[in-house]
């Protein structure tokens, strides 16, 4: 059972365009949500990450919305570029353990 | 500023052959962890350790063990192989409460014939 549901499972934009990757999650003990990047042939880096207590968390063109009570949180990028392209995946953990969750991920293609 | 190195970076081997993927870390981070992603899957956590001496199981735990002997360094075996563990493993370390993401290593793409 996936403690943590990430959708779409690929994602195409066009340059300049906003791309969004949803995830959700069903345990309320959660209280971290990171964002990973990952491309081929690398280790995921952790993008942005975000705590239950905010509703929103942005750095630079990358914004985290998060709805505690959908028990939802997503993935926006404004301003899409090529080289954003890549594989992301959500997490979720509890802190105090510090066990992540990842979600399936999503494969983002940013076209010229 | 090497970060977390994890050797090999590729192996394939036969069924029912045993191995250790190595996994050292230069951060002087307390916790660490095994990954094995597969397509449509994720990461999926197999092992991790808080500290030096200590390990626990994962979600998919099965068919692997750990060991945490330094705390710079954290071990993960495949006693028998099978073709069900062929998959890319990561491992990752991370330090709260002063830092609670991961530092990735680049993966070890393992295939078992």
């Known amino acids: 059972q996936q403690q943590v549901k990430q959708s779409p499972q690929s994602l195409i934009v066009q340059k300049g365009g906003i791309s969004i990757i949803n995830c959700a999650y069903e345990?309320?003990?959660?209280?971290?949500f990171p964002w990973y990047q990952q491309f081929p042939g690398k280790g995921p880096a952790l993008l942005i990450a975000i705590r239950p207590d905010v509703s929103e968390k942005k750095e630079g063109r990358f914004t985290i919305s998060f709805n505690k009570s959908a028990k939802q949180f997503s993935l926006h990028i404004m301003d899409s570029q090529p080289g954003d392209s890549a594989t992301y995946f959500c997490?979720?953990?509890?802190?105090?353990?510090?066990?992540?969750?990842f979600g399936s991920g999503t494969k983002l293609n940013v076209k010229p | 500023n090497a970060g977390v190195t994890q050797t090999p970076k590729f192996r394939v081997l036969k069924t029912g052959q045993s191995m250790t993927l190595l996994c050292a870390q230069d951060?002087?981070?307390?916790?660490m962890y095994w990954y094995r992603q597969d397509p449509g899957m994720g990461l999926r956590l197999i092992h991790y350790?808080?500290?030096?001496?200590?390990?626990a199981k994962g979600e998919v735990p099965d068919g692997y063990n750990v060991s945490r002997l330094k705390k710079q360094n954290f071990l993960l075996g495949l006693e028998s192989a099978a073709p069900s563990q062929t998959s890319v493993y990561f491992c990752a370390s991370s330090s709260p409460p002063e830092n609670y993401g991961y530092t990735f290593g680049s993966g070890t793409r393992l295939t078992v014939v």
């Open positions: 345990n309320t003990a959660f209280d971290y």
């Open positions: 997490a979720a953990s509890i802190q105090i353990f510090n066990k992540f969750y």
């Open positions: 951060m002087n981070h307390e916790y």
């Open positions: 350790s808080v500290g030096e001496g200590t390990t």
